[in-house]
Each structure stands twice: as C-alpha cells, then as structure tokens.
C-alpha cells in the first residue's frame, strides 16, 4: 500500500504492536509475570491465572494498567527488574525502520504516542534507539489519561497544535484507534499481526497492514 503524502503533515506512531514487536509484552504480562508471582508464592500458575485475571479486567484501558509503579504494588515484586531481565525479546517489526526513515522524509512532525510508561519506552530506547527517528517521544501518563480516552487527544493537542484531518495514525488497539476516530483524526490504520508469534484474536473495523508502507 502506499500512502498519498500530500495528504499527511503529521504522523503519529504507536509503539508497542505497531513499530516494536507486541510479542515482547504478551509473553512478559501473559506468563512471564504470572509465573514470577506462582513461584515467589507456591502457587499453580493456572490459579495465579485466575487470580489476577479480573484485576486485569478492571484496569484495562486505563493509565493503571501501563503503569509498572502500579503492577509493581499488585504483584508485590520489581515489574521493571524483570522487564529487563527479558529484555531480549525487545525488536523491530518488519520494515518499521524503513518506515520511520521515510517518514522523516515526507513530514516534519513526527511523534512516537504510546501508553507505556516511561521507565518501559527508556528501556526500549536503549535496546533499539527508536529515539532516533523522532522528534517527540509521548507517554499517556505524562498526559493525564491513555489514548483510549478523548482527554489524552485534547492533551496531545494542546501540547502541540496538528490538523486532525491531515494526521496519520498508526495503532494496534480497537479502542485507541476508535478514541482516534472519535477526535476526528483522518488517517487511520490498524496492524495485521502485532505479535509475531501469534495472529490477531479479531479482525480490525480499520485497514490492516501487513507491514508499514512506504
């Protein structure tokens, strides 16, 4: 696929799904971590499972649950510590850097958003350099509310003005792209296969892509 840049002054990037492999998070919140607090307990990992999923069920979607500092406190252990100790499993999705090159090509504003925390995107610089390619780097939290919600939207403009109608967004997330689509943002695209070692659970309403156009 390729993009009409004439139509496009910003771009707004994803992180996690979109230009790193979402594969590194699912295994780090779906087993890694459960299995850390089975042991750490004598627990069977399937009732640590169970456990915590309606604590999950509760916070998804909101800046708790990108927050380490707050699954720190649940888990009663150093989220941050582990995440370095499986830190490599942190990479690039295919064709993400070619992308992030062309971009600083065809825009002059050109920002990573994402709802991970900043201790986790600081991680992730230093194992990819993903800074490099951007000119601003943002955290919901440092917002006030996740991209799921329309305050995070606003904030985001507030911060620097861009012309919804000629942004493009990137996005792995239902629900993000939705709050996008909401605020009115004219460029919308979702990803085909987020974790490389897993497909989609659904199918997006928005254009997949396979990988990042030029």
């Given at each position: 696929?390729?993009?009409?840049?004439?139509?496009?002054?910003?771009?707004?990037?994803?992180?996690?799904?979109?230009?790193?492999?979402?594969?590194?998070?699912?295994?780090?919140?779906?087993?890694?971590?459960?299995?850390?607090?089975?042991?750490?307990?004598?627990?069977?990992?399937?009732?640590?499972?169970?456990?915590?999923?309606?604590?999950?069920?509760?916070?998804?979607?909101?800046?708790?649950?990108?927050?380490?500092?707050?699954?720190?406190?649940?888990?009663?252990?150093?989220?941050?510590?582990?995440?370095?100790?499986?830190?490599?499993?942190?990479?690039?999705?295919?064709?993400?850097?070619?992308?992030?090159?062309?971009?600083?090509?065809?825009?002059?504003?050109?920002?990573?958003?994402?709802?991970?925390?900043?201790?986790?995107?600081?991680?992730?610089?230093?194992?990819?350099?993903?800074?490099?390619?951007?000119?601003?780097?943002?955290?919901?939290?440092?917002?006030?509310?996740?991209?799921?919600?329309?305050?995070?939207?606003?904030?985001?403009?507030?911060?620097?003005?861009?012309?919804?109608?000629?942004?493009?967004?990137?996005?792995?997330?239902?629900?993000?792209?939705?709050?996008?689509?909401?605020?009115?943002?004219?460029?919308?695209?979702?990803?085909?296969?987020?974790?490389?070692?897993?497909?989609?659970?659904?199918?997006?309403?928005f254009s997949m892509l396979d990988?990042?156009?030029?």
């Open positions: 696929m390729k993009l009409d840049w004439s139509q496009i002054d910003t771009v707004l990037l994803d992180m996690d799904g979109v230009l790193l492999d979402l594969h590194y998070d699912n295994h780090f919140w779906q087993h890694h971590v459960l299995q850390v607090y089975a042991n750490k307990h004598g627990m069977p990992y399937d009732e640590v499972k169970t456990q915590f999923a309606p604590i999950f069920k509760a916070h998804a979607g909101t800046l708790n649950w990108y927050c380490v500092d707050f699954w720190s406190e649940q888990f009663g252990i150093d989220i941050m510590q582990h995440k370095a100790e499986t830190a490599e499993k942190i990479g690039f999705r295919p064709t993400a850097e070619t992308f992030l090159q062309t971009c600083q090509r065809q825009v002059n504003d050109l920002r990573l958003i994402t709802n991970g925390h900043r201790k986790v995107l600081e991680l992730k610089i230093e194992k990819t350099r993903l800074d490099q390619y951007f000119q601003e780097m943002i955290c919901s939290h440092e917002l006030g509310a996740a991209k799921e919600s329309q305050i995070f939207w606003q904030q985001l403009h507030r911060s620097k003005g861009f012309d919804p109608d000629r942004t493009l967004f990137i996005d792995d997330s239902e629900s993000v792209l939705d709050s996008a689509q909401r605020y009115g943002i004219g460029h919308l695209y979702s990803i085909a296969k987020p974790d490389s070692q897993k497909d989609r659970a659904t199918i997006s309403k990988v990042l156009p030029s």
